[in-house]
């Protein structure tokens, strides 16, 4: 008798992302061969700048930490520090650096379309190239689950490709497109939206062209 071999799901159940179904691959997939476009082996210079300015108050949620670079640095400030991915290996990675440095971070497995499973509130987040690889269609999802681990005060610091300036990023995303997302009637307000870059293993020393966004966590407005 022939049986269906039943092929694994590299999703893990969860629906795959507009990049994973472009792709073909889970995020997991970007660190099988060595580091990620992203990864850059340290903290960007935008999370370096907040942090020097006191700007993280904790606990913080680190959205789409990857290997955790970040999150190790806003840790290294004193604060208690989440980091959560669905890539596993990068997790994996990251765990294994705050041994090295006796940091103590938690590192979860999570979907930042489900944060809500985290089961817990946090006073600042963090989004440093998550954002952008949303398509229209996932960005309320995503913003609804940011709000769904966030009190009214709360601060989120995003990160993201920008569509201005040669050289630019894969999904580069436009001013328009951040303030059509982030609004007092889905429970935020945009504080700043400023230039700045992105950096990256395939962009020159000065990185990509990136808006970095300040917005505060309202009461939902009907």
């Excluded at 006191?54 to 930490?65: E, K, S, Y």
């Excluded at 979860?108 to 489900?114: I, Q, W």
Aim: a negative charge.
């Amino acid at each position: 008798m022939c049986h269906d071999e039943v092929v694994p799901d590299p999703f893990g159940g969860r629906q795959p992302t507009s990049h994973e179904r472009m792709t073909g691959l889970p995020w997991d997939a970007s660190y099988h061969d060595g580091p990620a476009p992203w990864d850059i082996g340290g903290p960007q210079p935008a999370v370096i700048r907040v942090a020097a300015e006191g700007g993280f108050t904790g606990p913080v949620l680190d959205a789409g930490c990857g290997s955790g670079e970040n999150a190790l640095h806003i840790a290294e400030q004193g604060l208690l520090v989440v980091g959560c991915d669905v890539a596993e290996t990068a997790l994996t990675r990251a765990r294994a650096k705050a041994a090295e440095r006796g940091l103590d971070v938690e590192f979860a497995v999570a979907d930042v379309l489900r944060l809500d499973s985290l089961g817990r509130r946090f006073a600042t987040v963090l989004d440093c190239g998550l954002f952008h690889t949303f398509d229209r269609d996932e960005r309320p999802g995503y913003v609804a689950s940011l709000a769904s681990v966030t009190e009214p005060g709360a601060r989120l610091y995003l990160l993201c490709f920008s569509d201005e300036g040669p050289d630019t990023g894969p999904h580069p995303v436009s001013q328009d497109e951040l303030r059509a997302a982030f609004t007092p009637s889905t429970g935020w307000d945009i504080v700043a939206l400023e230039a700045d870059r992105v950096h990256t293993r395939f962009h020159s020393e000065r990185g990509a062209p990136a808006w970095f966004v300040t917005v505060d966590r309202s009461a939902k407005r009907a």
